[in-house]
């Protein structure tokens, strides 16, 4: 097997195998980053603010309705220049340069965080106002509330489509291969480049990405069971 | 925020816009084409049908768009096969090979789509059609397809939001539409922004005509939900 990675596909096995990890490094930080988004904006969008309800929209509405290669481009292109304005403001005038791996993240991150902001939103409201009442007359405060009561099932409500949003992340990180980052789908291409067997290689490209997706299903299947292990099945 | 250029780049961008539609409408048209022939074949109950439609719905959901792009248009012009038969001339052209990627994409996706609405057809609507003596095609045609139609719709308008996302993709196999246009514009002019801005709001306006026309489309078809004036 080893044997076949490092003689076989014409010695690119070792860098397909170093893409896959990377993609499951950019996938689960944009992931985790869109989780921080989806919370923050998620919350956004429940609050009495009419201010913070009108930008969470926005975000929501602006970064789905808009194709993700051109929020990966806004980032890859402008990415540095809005962290060097932001620097400016606070008195630091020097040169920032992001490397790939972080501009990858950021637009990933931001893609997932506006799915995940619905799922996040659909959850928390799932949650019977009751149990809170109840929580409430229990004299538990408000942050005892939110870990006890709120989170952890807010967190069962959104399995489902956490593992829905997880699968459009991991796809979407086959777009960051435009900015040069050494992903399954960037080794994909110079490897099909070089050797000039482009079936072979975006077809080994195209059963990595479905090990991967199959491989969460199953993971998250695993973990909605687990997560709903006492609710009764009806 | 320069003004003058976002105005200047909006004729640009707009003329990129017929090609972005064409792709689009043309997916959607072939996608719907598979979609019904998939779900029909897999929930006809014939092992082989079941097998390689699950194979085909299993694939192309489970991979990024862009491995399915590369593949067909990097990937099938190598194969000696597909070079010398007639299908060349078709598969030589980015066109034609972003919108068979994008409808054998799309086809996956709304296959299960259809196929999870017409499940939800209750049965004792077919127990009622079957007893008036309705023949099985007619059946399907007056009393299945409608109602899973109907209930279909919402999921679909999603699928249709991610079609002309996903039609920006076309852009990395040479194709000028309006992302492809975007990027050169960026590449020239380094006003990042500027054209960001003035390209999303185009996507977003193709988008929000999309979801008022399947809106519409909803409405039609459900008179009996409507208020009786």
């Known amino acids: ?98 490397n790939a791996f972080s501009i990858g993240v950021a637009a990933v991150g931001l893609i997932s965080g506006a799915y995940s902001t619905e799922v996040i939103r659909g959850a928390v409201k799932s949650v019977p106002y009751g149990q809170i009442e109840a929580a409430r007359a229990c004299g538990m405060g408000r942050w005892r509330i939110l870990r006890r009561v709120l989170v952890p099932q807010t967190l069962r409500f959104a399995l489902p489509g956490l593992g829905n949003v997880w699968q459009l992340t991991l796809k979407d990180t086959a777009l960051i291969s435009v900015t040069a980052l050494a992903e399954i789908m960037r080794v994909a291409h110079t490897a099909a480049g070089s050797t000039r067997q482009s079936f072979l290689f975006y077809s080994v490209a195209a059963l990595l990405y479905l090990a991967l997706t199959t491989v969460s299903t199953t993971a998250f299947q695993q973990a909605e069971r687990y997560a709903s292990r006492g609710v009764r099945r009806a | 925020m ?22 689009v409408a043309m997916a959607l048209a072939f996608g719907a084409v598979l979609a019904f ?14 097998a390689l439609t699950s194979a085909y719905t299993f694939i192309f959901r489970g991979t990024p768009l862009l491995v399915q792009i590369f593949l067909i248009y990097y990937g099938l012009s190598q194969i000696d096969l597909i070079r010398d038969s007639v299908l060349w001339p078709v598969l030589s052209q980015p066109m034609w090979c972003a919108i068979l990627a994008l409808a054998l994409n799309t086809g996956a996706y709304t296959s299960e789509i259809l196929r999870g609405a017409i499940e939800t057809v209750p049965q004792g609507q077919v127990e009622a059609a079957r007893a008036c003596g309705m023949s099985r095609v007619r059946l399907f045609r007056r009393i299945v397809l409608p109602m899973a139609i109907r209930q279909m719709l919402p999921a679909y308008g999603n699928e249709v939001i991610l079609m002309v996302k996903a039609s920006s993709l076309a852009s990395t196999i040479t194709m000028m539409e309006i992302t492809g246009v975007a990027r050169r514009m960026i590449a020239q002019t380094f006003a990042v922004f500027e054209i960001f801005i003035v390209a999303g709001i185009l996507y977003l306006l193709i988008n929000f005509v999309a979801t008022r026309l399947i809106k519409h489309a909803e409405w039609r078809m459900t008179p009996y939900l409507r208020a009786r004036a």
């Open chain 1, 1 to 98: 097997m080893l044997d076949l990675l490092t003689t076989g596909l014409h010695g690119w096995g070792p860098q397909l195998l170093s893409g896959t990890a990377m993609t499951i490094a950019v996938a689960l930080s944009s992931f985790l980053l869109g989780l921080a988004f989806g919370a923050a904006a998620g919350a956004a969008k429940l609050s009495d603010s009419l201010v913070l309800r009108g930008l969470a929209e926005l975000y929501t509405t602006a970064v789905r309705g808009v194709p993700e290669l051109l929020v990966i481009y806004l980032l890859f292109f402008g990415g540095s220049g809005m962290i060097m304005a932001v620097a400016g403001i606070f008195g630091y005038g020097g040169l920032i340069e992001l």
């Open chain 2, 37 to 50: 022939a998939t779900a029909l074949l897999r929930l006809s109950g014939n092992r082989v049908a079941v």
């Open chain 2, 2 to 23: 320069n003004w003058t250029l976002m105005w200047d780049s909006l004729p640009r961008l707009l003329a990129a816009l017929p090609l972005t539609l064409q792709l």
